[in-house]
Structures are given as structure tokens and as C-alpha cells.
């Protein structure tokens, strides 16, 4: 097999951002090491591409292997290159992103690699440059949620717009007024608000509402301007 002649071997890996939603705290999901250096301390869910797959195969394998994560929507984020950022050999990472609701896959979780949900205030000193990845996901969560209803990724099928709203000021880290806030959006028109309602966290009893499936496609463009101003308020 012909080679590139004089070129040093660089190795290329995954590395996974999860944020998930509990219904009152924005969470990201770590894992603890399995190997050396930095083994036992806390990590984003991260491996080697194998010769024989792509990046986007190697992020779903890795998830799967070191969580028990399957059917998780991720994006391709940024490819991070410093050349000392992996003490043992240059390494490359691409890093992907997703946004699920905590509970909906909280039962496939595995205990292997003591897979944890960390509230985002809270989250530990992590290896390498993982808490830079985190810090770049989380901008660009924020910068995505102002411009499309993405965060309703997030949410359980049946959610209340106290729930929305909390989600909101949990993702800008700011207090958002309550009237203003369902007021624009229930202008959109993306929900479908149900018969029952939510009486273990109102004392009234909040709506539950759905998303409009067909609405979402249609109008993706609804939520633009929907935060106001977000560069200042992720400032």
C-alpha cells in the first residue's frame, strides 16, 4: 500500500456533548475515564475513530459503548487541534453535540463507566480541554435556541410553558418575564395545548401542550428574535 512519505502519524478522535433536560435543571451527561492518562477523573464521552468507519459512526459507537446511548441525534460541532491538548500523542478531536430529555433515556444509562447527569453550574474540572468543548457547545446552544425551537428537543411529548420557560433561563442563565414570555410563544403557533393539566408542579394547574409536528417544519423560522437579544444576555 503506497504511503505518504515523511509525514508524522496523527490520530483522530470523537468526543460527545450531551446536554439533557429534567424538567428544572439543564444537565450534561460525563463519564469517569477508563484508562490512562486522567483515569478515574471526569470526561465528555470521547474515543478513536476506528480505520474502517466514519466520524459520525464512531460517535454513535462511542456513546453506545461508554453510556448505553442509542438513537441520540447529534451534530457535528468543531474539530479541536491544539498541538499539546493529548499528553500521549497528537490527537485531533471532532466534537459532536446533541439535546435530549433526561428522562426519556435515563433507564438506558449503563453503570460501566459511571455515566452521571452533572446540573451545568456544577460541573467538574474535566480532562484535556473538555470543559472548552463544553463552553463552545454551550454557546452554540444558545445561539441556535434564539434563532429555531430546538430546545423543545428537550422536552418530554406533554410539556407545560412554565416548563418551557424554565428550560429557557436555564440555557441564557437569566430571568425571563412570565406574561412576555408565553405570550410570544404561544404566538408562534407550535403548540397544541391539551385538556389536562399539570396539578403536582402549579398550584392552579398549568395547560399541557404538544408540538405542532407540521407547524415545526413549516415555520422553523418562527422563533427568530424569540429571545431578545441573545449575545447579550449569554454575555
Not at 15 to 43: A, T, V
Not at 136 to 141: G, I, N, P, Q, Y
Not at 200 to 224: V, W
Request: charged share 30%; with cysteine; net charge neutral.
Amino acid at each position: 500500500m503506497t504511503r505518504y512519505s515523511k509525514q508524522t502519524r496523527v490520530l483522530v478522535a470523537v468526543d460527545c456533548i450531551i446536554f439533557g433536560f429534567d424538567g428544572e435543571h439543564l444537565k450534561l451527561l460525563l463519564i469517569q475515564r477508563g484508562f490512562e492518562p486522567e483515569k478515574n477523573k471526569w470526561s465528555l464521552m470521547g474515543g478513536f475513530i476506528e480505520p474502517h468507519e466514519g466520524p459520525e459512526a464512531a460517535a454513535s459507537r462511542i456513546l453506545k459503548q461508554l453510556t448505553g446511548l442509542e438513537g441520540v441525534y447529534m451534530e457535528q460541532m468543531h474539530v479541536f487541534g491544539e498541538p499539546k491538548r493529548d499528553p500521549i500523542e497528537r490527537t485531533l478531536s471532532i466534537t459532536y453535540f446533541a439535546f435530549i430529555d433526561v428522562h426519556k433515556y435515563e433507564k438506558q444509562l449503563s453503570e460501566e463507566y459511571h455515566a452521571e447527569w452533572f446540573h451545568l453550574k456544577d460541573v467538574p474540572k474535566l480532562i484535556f480541554d473538555h470543559n472548552e468543548m463544553v463552553e463552545m457547545a454551550r454557546e452554540k446552544l444558545r445561539y441556535k435556541a434564539a434563532l429555531h425551537p430546538i430546545l423543545f428537543e428537550l422536552l418530554p411529548e406533554k410539556f407545560t410553558i412554565p416548563q418551557i420557560q424554565t428550560l429557557y433561563e436555564n440555557v441564557y442563565d437569566t430571568v425571563l418575564d412570565k406574561r412576555n414570555f408565553s405570550r410570544k410563544l404561544l404566538s408562534t403557533g407550535l403548540l397544541i395545548r391539551q385538556d389536562e393539566k399539570d396539578k403536582e408542579n402549579s398550584k392552579k394547574g398549568a395547560y399541557f401542550y404538544k408540538l405542532d409536528p407540521g407547524i415545526y417544519k413549516d415555520k422553523f423560522q418562527s422563533f427568530l428574535n424569540f429571545i431578545p437579544n441573545p449575545q447579550a444576555l449569554s454575555a
